[in-house]
């Protein structure tokens, strides 16, 4: 049963400069919270160098933020609810950017694995509800331009991520890509409240499903602890591991049922009912944890083994983004002339083949070389997204549009989470295996050990070459390798999505802002 507190909002939409204000300040919003989970991609080799962990151990600063914003973007509606929107939002901002100079601030891997955690917590809830906030502030025929402006927030933030990241990193230090949030946080969120505060809506006493939040908890941070600490541990060899997995196992079939059972869920599992909304589902999340892999993987390729600085990086991965700001509009006006999920098997298909050229490279391959199939894959990149979402949403019935809205959000975010911890272990194990391999047939009869010591080298500087260019080539093939298999998945994806039936209605996106 529920209660109102407060009447119901009658205040007209801003207009004019105090529009613009508001919204400028909702998108920034959004902005730092997406632009969070690309700055640290490129920044990975520097923490892990700064605090003298292994580049496995670094990539927990991406994961644990992509798994606590996971477990909150389900909770974000019942705390608009219960709590407001503006003030959930306003809160959750202002704590962003405590969290982030924590970040900033912390001298070891627990520290700031703990205060990315929080960070991820509170930047969870500023995305979904400054969409929701920003079609509440605009009149409902320019609703459309609220839209176009979030969603190019959410589209450029990653792009400048590893760019911003790789430039911080290089002409400062890697707490300076957190340290940035913190003043815009403290403009910001009294603005937001300011201006947004008559805005609130009626709240809600609705319950909180708790034993469903534990059990989410439980599963999802046993899963990522496992995959997190598998390698170091020599995976199902170590009793901690499978411990984790057999946790994640229960704790992931007690959820189920309990869900399935629960009059108030907190996720609402029974939207997979529905053919088109779990076909989309699958797709979206196979292909966001392909994309997630390769955004990972490139970087730590390129700064590791090819000798580029974070900054380098940062602007050869964001090449990725360029097409794909330019293509999203055109993406968008073909929602509802065309076929969804033509649009959406071309875009995946369109990746699989670019994801394709990149599984042959060399490790003498120019800037340019590496930047062209990243600049060509931006442009599949609208087609997979935009028109994925309103097919997911416009398979479900109406009143279940911010349930489905919030389980996709969660399940794309996990998979990025999952997608970046697998690739890194399965990259340098089969490095592993590729070094191994490459040991018997380099150098076999010794002559080029012999041509180097003829050249002026001592024994030990030889064989120190010979296995730096054989370990170089190892990189290069376990890179071509996973970067095939990320083929495989896309096209796996790009398959899936013929089981979804063609949306019968078109989606109201003011249903679909938490």
């Not at 912390?106 to 703990?114: D, F, P, Q, R, T």
């Not at 089969?430 to 010591?453: C, F, N, R, Y």
Request: glycine fraction near 8%; charged fraction near 10%; charge should be neutral.
């Amino acid at each position: 049963m529920s209660t109102s507190t407060q009447k119901p909002v009658t205040e007209a939409p801003l207009e004019g400069s105090a529009l613009w204000l508001a919204a400028i300040v909702l998108a920034t919003a959004n902005f730092i919270a997406v632009l969070d989970m690309t700055i640290a991609n490129v920044s990975v080799p520097n923490i892990s160098g700064s605090l003298g962990i292994s580049s496995s151990q670094g990539t927990w600063v991406i994961t644990s933020y992509a798994v606590a914003e996971a477990i909150i973007v389900p909770l974000t509606g019942w705390l608009a609810g219960r709590f407001g929107a503006v003030r959930v939002f306003t809160i959750g901002m202002a704590l962003f950017g405590a969290c982030s100079a924590l970040c900033g601030l912390a001298g070891s891997l627990s520290m700031l694995v703990i205060a990315r955690v929080l960070q991820g917590l509170s930047g969870g809830v500023m995305m979904p509800l400054s969409q929701t906030l920003l079609l509440r502030i605009f009149p409902k025929e320019k609703a459309p331009a609220a839209m176009a402006l979030w969603a190019m927030t959410t589209l450029v933030a990653p792009v400048l991520g590893p760019i911003l990241g790789g430039w911080l990193c290089d002409s400062y230090a890697w707490p300076i890509i957190f340290f940035i949030n913190v003043p815009l946080a403290i403009v910001c969120a009294p603005i937001a409240w300011r201006m947004l505060k008559r805005y609130e809506q009626s709240l809600i006493r609705a319950p909180i499903d708790m034993i469903g939040l534990v059990l989410l908890i439980l599963f999802v941070g046993a899963l990522q602890l496992m995959l997190d600490l598998g390698k170091e541990h020599d995976w199902f060899a170590s009793t901690e591991i499978c411990m984790l997995a057999v946790v994640a196992a229960i704790g992931f079939a007690a959820f189920l049922i309990w869900e399935l059972t629960e009059r108030h869920p907190i996720v609402d599992l029974r939207v997979f009912r529905h053919r088109g909304f779990t076909a989309a589902v699958a797709a979206i999340s196979l292909g966001f944890g392909a994309m997630f892999a390769t955004n990972v993987l490139t970087p730590l390729w390129l700064q590791s083994y090819m000798g580029y600085t974070a900054t380098w990086a940062g602007l050869t991965t964001a090449w990725s983004g360029v097409l794909a700001v330019a293509a999203a509009p055109v993406a968008g006006n073909l929602i509802g002339k065309v076929d969804p999920r033509q649009l959406i098997f071309g875009g995946l298909m369109w990746l699989a083949i670019v994801t394709g050229m990149r599984a042959i490279s060399t490790t003498d391959m120019t800037y340019w070389q590496i930047a062209h199939p990243l600049i060509l894959m931006g442009l599949g990149l609208p087609f997979f997204f935009v028109p994925l979402t309103a097919l997911a949403l416009g398979s479900v019935e109406e009143h279940e549009t911010a349930s489905a809205a919030g389980l996709q959000n969660f399940l794309r975010t996990l998979s990025g989470a999952v997608a970046t911890s697998i690739v890194n272990t399965a990259w340098e194990d089969d490095t592993s295996v590729k070094h191994a391999e490459l040991v018997g047939l380099i150098d076999p009869d010794g002559s080029t050990k012999t041509s180097l010591v003829a050249s002026g080298m001592t024994p030990d500087a030889a064989n120190s070459t010979i296995d730096n260019l054989l370990q170089g080539q190892s990189v290069m093939l376990a890179t071509n390798h996973l970067m095939s298999i990320v083929v495989v998945i896309f096209v796996a994806a790009a398959l899936i999505i013929w089981l979804a039936p063609r949306p019968t209605r078109a989606v109201d996106m003011t249903q679909a802002g938490h």
